[in-house]
């Protein structure tokens, strides 16, 4: 069963310009990551945020996590070409006791010079 | 040079025919995975392994079989009963246990004739 759900479905920008993406969850949560797969490849881990965590930075990305609304957004910064790519969120859930991810279906990005 | 690697990258199935694929990981982790990805789709999860000689099934297991005899080896056999094997097949680990980050391989596709 599919936890998590990005939002929007794909996403089209230009170099330079600011991509967001949403993910939200249904059951309480350990923590969440983000994960980056490029076309035919395998899954790329980006960020994880634990559920006591509002906030987090790596690079060009900012993740935010609102526990209240079961939500989590993914920001890329000054995007680049290379950035094309799908975005995953995965979710690990609290009534898990071992800790399986949940990842939903994706958002797919371009990013046209 | 650590990581997760798989082979074969493309794999061609006949009607009947059990298949199996490879994943090695080098990292010392002792949780393994196997995902199954669709086109547009997230990752489900078929089997999970926390521990040598021990694993556990997914959500979809039906078809699938695996076995943990060495801590860097987790193969998946593709039976003849998974009447819809195709698919893109992504092996992962992770240092304990399943919430924590994931290190994927690099994938393997698989192709009925």
């Known amino acids: 069963s599919q936890q998590g759900e990005e939002d929007p479905q794909a996403l089209s920008i230009q170099e330079g310009e600011n991509a967001t993406m949403n993910c939200s969850y249904k059951?309480?949560?350990?923590?969440l990551q983000w994960y980056r797969q490029n076309s035919g490849r395998g899954l790329v881990h980006l960020i994880l945020?634990?559920?006591?965590?509002r906030e987090k930075h790596s690079g060009r990305l900012r993740v935010t996590l609102d526990t209240s609304k079961k939500s989590s957004s993914l920001l890329i910064t000054a995007s680049r070409a290379a950035d094309t790519a799908s975005y995953f969120c995965a979710t690990d859930a609290l009534t898990d006791s071992w800790g399986k991810l949940q990842f939903g279906a994706g958002t797919q990005v371009v990013v046209t010079p | 040079d650590g990581g997760i690697t798989q082979s074969p990258k493309y794999l061609f199935r006949k009607e009947g025919q059990n298949v199996t694929l490879s994943c090695e990981q080098n990292?010392?982790?002792?949780?393994m995975y196997w995902y199954r990805q669709d086109p547009g789709q997230g990752l489900r999860l078929i089997y999970y392994?926390?521990?040598?000689?021990?694993?556990q099934k997914g959500d979809i297991a039906e078809g699938y079989s695996v076995s943990r005899e060495k801590k860097e080896s987790f193969p998946l056999t593709v039976t003849s009963a998974q009447k819809n094997p195709t698919a893109f097949y992504l092996c992962?680990?992770?240092?304990?246990?399943?919430?924590?980050?994931?290190?994927f391989g690099p994938g393997t596709r698989l192709l009925v004739l």
């Open positions: 990292l010392n982790h002792d949780a």
């Open positions: 945020i634990r559920s006591n965590e």
């Open positions: 992962a680990s992770s240092l304990r246990q399943g919430g924590e980050t994931q290190y």
């Open positions: 059951t309480s949560i350990n923590n």
């Open positions: 392994s926390q521990i040598v000689n021990d694993f």
